[in-house]
């Protein structure tokens, strides 16, 4: 008996010495007013809230009538308060903004008063995921907040929410949210799996999450969709996916997903559907367009001169006569300059950053021309393509398909058209083995589902959207149930 | 990763082909060709250049070379040629006189045989030497430019029949038809004007149709056409008539053919008072009248020459099976024809 | 030792067998199989691709029938009917065939780009890159391999399209009069159609892969017809653009149709079309070596790995040695004889053979 009394102190002197060092730990010891009881409160000053132990906890606890340590559960206005017999807890307890409670008289029991201080963003507009209409509400860093929004927008207990605690020293709180009677059971299982099985020490932010539980870490392609909005999050866990929500971070992440979910903007539900599809449209051309015109302008050049219009001939001749780089260095040093200008764009506060890309683009454009470094055709073609580059609704999709215009560009130089298509070949496989969660991710295009297209490349109307999508193999794939068709009426009925 | 960029240098190194950058490269537009005076080399070639100057103004350049290939020509150019010459770009092909008398079969195979050339090149016959045709002025645009948009623009609205690289082909290779094209003639050093067209007898040009021929030779060789003609009426009142759709229907009886023309016209010029109904009925049958009467002129010059560029014994042959050239060759020589026509006049512009 | 099924995860639904059997047949063939046809038959040709279509659904319906019975692919009906190691020593020969057939493809479709694009590409470096291309999508598994069949004949399906400009170019009246010919000849030129037809018969191959094979029969059907037509249309196109002797010096047929293509960006078209049958002849190259490997796989028990990389070694190793116009000639003639002596004898004859051994073993069962 006595052995293990010691043994405990020993414990309970391991996590107080290496705390104490901190200036932020505190302990103090109090006697209660009507029963002279002396309590301890110890906690971290600076992950606790003042005003909860100033107003809450102490004028309750000196001055009621405190006993025993269960009395603190009606004596402390304050919900998370938890009593537990083991030592091992209180390290973590106390990092996580808990105040810990001890009684002299009761040595083995502790007690835990949640007391954090949470510092919390205001709700801003979302910036990197804009629409013009819809809800302008964004995900700020705390989960507890990213929380309500979903369940705000979900309110049914269908809506199930698992919590993990990954990262061995950042202790990240992510929690894991699908709807219980759609989502499908081994897509659930497969993320649960995979998250436990995360190991890295310090997770600040959801994209580490995203690189760790890809299917394929070695492709440039983002296969799980980060989002800020909530209304998107809402949407998607409606029609059956799944959404990760990390602490910290302001992203939160769905999976699976596929490769045209990528290029919809969430917009498009705001929209007629004859004109989102018309937008959605617009936007694989943009990406198609992005991705191909710099390498064909380089084929085209160094070996298909056949191929050009006879009227475009003399632009081009006379557009390159003075320059001294063949087409491929060209393309790439305009290719450069841009993704530089874009860089430093990225990093500069705003209002500098506006300056450098209308300086950069206009003065270096035009002096590169004027000095003969580069044809003021390709100058159009390149700003062009960076233009559309950015119409991806997903900016990490944009990345992606800037660093694909480099491989299309090597094996242009190499064999010209044919080069490309070789290219595209490799980009199609690459796509095609690619998975995510281990649905294909090329869907519906391939395998082909004729009826997944009613959402991927063109959105059709809502009333078309009866049914959830087949590849996610929802356990409820109905949506709505289609009321019976009215009767055709002829005209004027 | 290694093993990618390993890939990537191997292939570069070793993959690489040939690059024809294109302000690298002298792109042949245009060739003319001549008899040689050197009766040693065949033919003497004026080959087309374009220089592009800073405000896209155009410079013409001609190289010229002999040789009995057309290779030994390319080779003799680019001896003179600043840059590698290459023939992808030709657009036209001009044949001297003297050339397209002798026959023009090798070098239709050898642009042909070229995978460079593409199907849509115009070649054409000139009256004079097809080197001084090559070496004017013309247009602002360069010459090959200007040669094949007059052309181009001719066949698509004036009395040139159908023709290019490829058809000529067809009809040269064609059994029972025989291949023509239209003539250029070189009027001033800054203009070239079509003389009309050559007739070929195999590859060998035997004849030539003038300018005023050309609208009934279109409406017998083209299924559909437009073109223009003038109609003089009794009182030497005159009427521009174009064709806006016409349409040829050729029927092969035993030794009889017989050629229904179809015209659906519109009169864009009147010299008379009033154009009235009956003028306009008398603009018709005087039309009807003239092309029968000049179609059926043309047939017999054609039979006389033992031509057929209208392509009758195809005609014959796709209504007979076992069908036999040699034997339609004589009984070409006594085919009788008819030509009816059928003009119809379906506006007559603003004002009556 | 008793055949593992295939998991369901790996197989295909049934329609994808359209793709894979269309993707198959339409191939390096279309590029100049009008020529071919049209020196026997004359401009009469077409006719014969009609009855070829029409052979090729008998022998369709036999594969399946023969899928059907022993309900797997040529391996086993190899060991349904003549035992196991007879069976698979008989499979040793396809395993050449599909190299050599692979290898033929690749080196005709280099000539195609030395001849119209690059006269300088290097024969070897150009299959090295294709062939890495290749073990990528084989490694993927036969879902990847369907799906290059698929975007194989999706994505270029435009091409079709850009025949149409031939048209403007063309007289109908070439074809005239019909039945010009003697059934000989027809039945000639109905042979020589059979080489671009092959490649239907990669079914029997990959018939355990499919899902429901009972419904995809149909798909295969639908296949052919659509492959027939295609051919059928192309060459009346064809033989309306050229005039007959013009044609038997065309090479490449359907190239130098291209040539009339004109568009407001595009000069010239033959060079983006051959471009493009990149992405047409790749799913060709892809299944084959899939084919070839996954017998070497059933064969020799070895990993499947192990046979792509072999197949496509072998490939390569001996692609530099076929240089010249008339050895890649010979390499196409032997080929197509291989294909038509497999897929219009062999397979007929083991249809007979697993049927006589049905009745057999019912006997003996009885």
Redesign the interface.
Same mark, same amino acid.
């Given at each position: 008996m006595k052995n293990k009394r010691i043994k405990e102190d020993v414990q309970h002197k391991e996590w107080e010495k290496s705390l104490i060092k901190s200036k932020d730990f505190k302990k103090i010891f109090y006697y209660n007013q009507k029963t002279n009881v002396r309590f301890g409160l110890t906690f971290m000053a600076t992950l606790i809230d003042e005003n909860i132990i100033q107003d809450g906890i102490l004028p309750n606890l000196l001055e009621e009538e405190f006993r025993e340590i269960e009395d603190i559960k009606q004596l402390v206005p304050v919900a998370d308060v938890q009593i537990c017999d083991d030592p091992s807890l209180i390290e973590q307890k106390l990092l996580n903004g808990y105040v810990m409670l001890t009684v002299e008289t009761e040595l083995k029991h502790f007690g835990f008063i949640a007391a954090q201080k949470e510092i919390v963003r205001g709700l801003s507009q979302p910036e990197v995921e804009f629409s013009v209409i819809g809800p302008k509400e964004a995900f700020v860093e705390s989960m507890g907040q990213n929380l309500n929004l979903i369940r705000k927008r979900l309110p049914v207990k269908e809506l199930i929410v698992e919590e993990f605690t990954l990262g061995s020293l950042s202790k990240t709180s992510i929690a894991m949210l699908y709807m219980e009677n759609i989502t499908n059971e081994d897509n659930i299982n497969t993320v649960r799996q995979r998250l436990t099985n995360v190991k890295f020490d310090a997770i600040t932010d959801s994209s580490y999450i995203v690189q760790l539980i890809s299917d394929n870490s070695n492709s440039p392609f983002p296969q799980l969709l980060d989002t800020e909005r909530p209304d998107r999050v809402a949407g998607i866990l409606a029609e059956g996916k799944i959404a990760i929500v990390v602490d910290g971070s302001p992203h939160v992440l769905i999976t699976p997903t596929t490769l045209v979910e990528f290029f919809s903007s969430f917009e498009d539900y705001f929209l007629n559907w004859l004109l989102s599809s018309f937008f959605r449209l617009v936007r694989l051309f943009a990406v198609a367009f992005s991705i191909l015109v710099t390498p064909i302008y380089v084929a085209t050049l160094s070996y298909h001169y056949e191929l050009i219009p006879k009227d475009l001939l003399s632009t081009l001749i006379t557009s390159r006569r003075e320059i001294p780089l063949p087409p491929i260095l060209e393309a790439l040093f305009l290719e450069l300059t841009i993704e530089l200008l874009r860089e430093a764009g990225a990093r500069l506060p705003t209002k500098v950053g506006q300056t450098i890309g209308i300086v950069g683009g206009i003065v270096i454009g035009t002096a590169s021309v004027e000095a003969g470094l580069t044809s003021n055709v390709l100058l159009i073609i390149v700003a062009l393509a960076a233009l559309a580059s950015f119409t991806t609704p997903v900016y990490r999709m944009g990345n992606t398909i800037r660093l694909l215009r480099f491989p299309f560009l090597f094996f242009a130089e190499l064999w010209g058209l044919l080069g490309i298509v070789f290219c595209f070949c490799l980009l199609l496989t690459h796509l095609m083995r690619l998975t995510s969660l281990g649905r294909p991710f090329l869907e519906p295009i391939y395998p082909p589902r004729v009826t997944d297209m009613k959402d991927a490349i063109i959105r059709l109307p809502f009333e078309k959207q009866s049914k959830r999508p087949i590849f996610l193999r929802t356990k409820n794939p109905i949506r709505f149930s289609k009321k019976k068709a009215e009767e055709k009426k002829d005209i004027d009925e | 990763m290694k093993k990618l960029t390993l890939f990537c240098l191997v292939l570069l190194l070793s993959g690489c082909v040939e690059k024809e950058i294109i302000d690298d490269i002298n792109i042949e537009v245009g060739v003319g060709y001549d008899l040689a005076e050197d009766s040693k080399d065949k033919y003497r070639g004026t080959v087309l250049f374009q220089e592009f100057q800073p405000d896209k103004s155009v410079i013409n350049r001609t190289f010229s070379g002999s040789g009995k290939l057309r290779q030994d020509l390319l080779l003799e150019v680019t001896k003179q040629s600043s840059e590698p010459v290459v023939t992808g770009g030709m657009k036209i092909a001009v044949f001297g006189p003297d050339v397209s008398r002798a026959g023009i079969y090798d070098l239709i195979d050898s642009f042909q045989r070229d995978a460079s050339i593409g199907a849509r090149v115009f070649v054409a016959t000139s009256e004079g030497k097809a080197e001084d045709l090559m070496k004017g002025e013309y247009g602002t645009r360069g010459n090959s430019t200007y040669i094949y948009n007059l052309i181009q623009h001719n066949i698509a609205h004036r009395d040139i029949p159908k023709t290019n690289l490829h058809i000529l082909a067809h009809d040269y290779y064609q059994k029972g038809k025989d291949p023509f094209l239209p003539q250029l003639k070189k009027v001033s050093n800054d203009k070239i004007e079509i003389f009309g067209i050559s007739l070929f007898k195999d590859d060998k040009e035997v004849d030539s149709l003038p300018v005023k021929d050309m609208f009934f030779f279109k409406l017998l060789v083209d299924k559909y056409s437009e073109g223009n003609f003038d109609v003089k009426l009794k009182k030497g009142e005159l009427a521009a008539v174009k064709s806006i759709r016409s349409k040829h229907d050729i029927k092969m009886s035993d030794n009889h053919a017989s050629i229904n023309i179809k015209i659906e016209g519109i009169i864009r010029e009147y010299t008379g008072d009033e154009l009235a109904t009956d003028v306009i009925g008398a603009v018709q049958k005087n039309l009807e009248k003239k092309i029968e009467k000049e179609c059926l002129r043309l047939l017999k010059q054609f039979q006389e020459l033992g031509i057929d560029p209208i392509g009758l014994g195809q005609m014959k042959k796709s209504k007979q099976r076992d069908f036999d050239y040699k034997k339609w060759e004589d009984e070409y020589k006594t085919l009788g024809f008819d030509v009816k026509c059928n003009v119809e006049i379906e506006e007559t512009g603003i004002i009556e | 030792m008793k055949e593992q099924p295939i998991p369901e995860r790996l197989q #295909?639904?049934p329609f994808?067998v359209f793709y894979l059997v269309m993707s198959m047949q339409i191939g390096i063939g279309v590029l100049g199989y009008q020529r071919i046809i049209a020196m026997d038959a004359g401009y009469d040709a077409w006719i014969s691709i009609l009855f070829t279509g029409a052979c090729v659904h008998v022998i369709v319906w036999m594969i399946y029938k023969i899928g059907e019975t022993v309900g797997g692919d040529i391996v086993t009906a190899h060991k349904y009917v003549v035992g196991n190691f007879i069976g698979k020593a008989i499979c040793f020969i396809f395993i050449g065939y599909f190299i050599i057939y692979c290898l033929t493809i690749v080196r005709t479709f280099i000539e195609v780009?030395q001849?119209?694009? &690059? +006269?300088?590409?290097?024969t070897f470096?150009?299959s *090295?890159? *294709?062939m #890495?291309?290749c073990i990528? #999508?084989v490694f993927?598994g036969f879902?990847?391999v369907v799906?290059?069949a *698929?975007?194989g004949l999706v994505l270029p399906a435009y091409l079709l399209l850009t025949f149409g400009w031939a048209i403007k *170019?063309s007289?109908f009246?070439?074809?005239? +009069?019909i039945?010009?010919h003697s059934i000989k000849e027809l039945l000639t030129a109905s042979y020589h159609m059979s080489l671009s037809l092959a490649g239907f018969e990669i079914i029997i191959f990959f018939y355990p892969f499919i899902k429901e094979p009972k419904k995809s029969q149909k798909w295969a059907h639908l296949a052919v017809l659509t492959t027939t037509l295609i051919y059928t249309i192309l060459a009346i196109i064809t033989f309306a653009? &050229?005039?007959?002797?013009?044609l038997s010096?065309q090479i490449w047929a359907s190239l130098?149709m291209w040539?009339?293509v004109?568009m +407001?960006?595009?000069?010239?078209f033959?060079?983006?079309g051959?471009?493009?049958w990149?992405?047409i002849i790749?799913p060709n190259v892809c299944i084959s070596i899939w084919v070839a490997s996954r017998l070497i796989k059933r064969v020799f028990n070895i990993r499947q790995k192990v046979g792509v990389f072999f197949v496509a070694a072998a490939v390569l190793s001996v692609i530099s040695f076929v240089d010249t116009r008339i050895k890649i000639n010979m390499l196409n003639k032997y080929v197509g004889k291989m294909g038509f002596a497999f897929t219009f004898i062999y397979i007929p004859l083991l249809f007979a053979a697993v049927m006589i051994a049905k009745k057999l073993k019912k006997g003996k069962n009885k």
């Open positions: - | - | #295909i639904s994808l780009i001849v119209w694009m &690059f +006269p300088e590409i290097s470096w150009f *090295f890159g *294709f #890495i291309l990528y #999508i993927g879902r990847t799906g290059t *698929f975007f *170019f007289n009246y070439n074809l005239l +009069p039945l010009d653009y &050229f005039s007959e002797d013009q010096r130098t040539k009339i004109e +407001p960006f595009v000069e010239r033959e060079y983006i051959i471009a493009n990149n992405l790749l």
